[in-house]
């Protein structure tokens, strides 16, 4: 091994630079060029970062890191919408049961483009343009436009002769019209088959009988209004729901009294 190799592992904090002098009584002569010179310390990890190229390779990490957070964030941010509780048909009208909610995430275009779970009243009676399938989110271009619909008319009638409550839009009604003259009185059915396109919150009172609700209902018919509207401000007015499968039967008129 060389001298100088050696000198260098003895003294691993002193600076390696040796020379040999010449021989003396037959044996080289060695010593350092400077015994005080100590090798100086490799830099801190600290000093390597905040030298000029280090901290720009630092600063382009946090940058992308910056930029993939709020891709992520823009991406994964969730809103509550309507989806389709079950296979909804063109023309359908809608009800509380036919829809639910689920969150989705979308750009800001294709969320617009979908009913939020906070408008779930504004289409609730609305019909379908278009089928949408169980689990599909329900597109504001799939419900018919609001003020677009048949003609209507709102009837005012006892919470407790509107199915005590239970009445919800989308229902088939029959409006049956009790008018009374003298000792006589006469009930038969005004119109049949007509869609409830909105109901009224039942109000709070302590007098359940006297309870009165708005109930709007689809007029196929605009001739239908006249009768409704002497049945709705003369006589009274119950609402019979019709079944799933609609009239079965006719309903004939009943009278008592009278002569």
């Known amino acids: 091994m060389a001298v100088r190799d050696l000198w260098a592992r003895l003294q691993p904090d002193r600076e390696a630079d040796v020379f040999v002098q010449p021989e003396t009584n037959g044996r080289p002569q060695v010593r350092l060029r400077n015994p005080d010179a100590v090798v100086p310390a490799r830099p801190s990890v600290r000093r390597r970062v905040l030298q000029p190229l280090p901290l720009v390779g630092v600063l382009l990490v946090l940058v992308a890191l910056g930029g993939y957070w709020s891709v ?16 909804l048909q063109s023309g359908a009208v809608l009800r509380p049961s036919d829809l639910r909610t689920a969150e989705l995430a979308g750009d800001s275009a294709t969320m617009a483009a979908l009913v939020a779970e906070a408008e779930l009243d504004t289409v609730i009676g609305r019909e379908l343009t278009a089928p949408v399938p169980a689990g599909a989110p329900l597109a504001r271009a799939s419900v018919t436009p609001s003020g677009s619909g048949p003609p209507a008319l709102t009837l005012v009638v006892p919470v407790l002769h509107a199915l005590g409550g239970e009445l919800r839009p989308g229902d088939r009604v029959t409006v ?84």
């Open 72 to 87: 992520y964030s823009a991406t994964t941010a969730r809103t509550p919408v309507l989806v389709a509780a079950r296979d």
């Open 176 to 259: 049956l019209a009790t008018f009374r003259g003298g000792s006589a009185a006469r009930a038969r059915a005004i119109a049949r088959g007509l869609r409830v396109l909105a109901v009224g919150d039942t109000p709070e009172t302590l007098d359940a009988a006297s309870a009165t609700i708005p109930v709007t209902v689809a007029l196929p018919d605009p001739t239908l209004a006249a009768g409704l509207a002497l049945a709705n401000a003369e006589g009274k007015i119950d609402l019979l729901r019709e079944g799933a499968k609609g009239r079965t039967a006719p309903i004939p008129s009943a009278s008592e009294g009278g002569s």
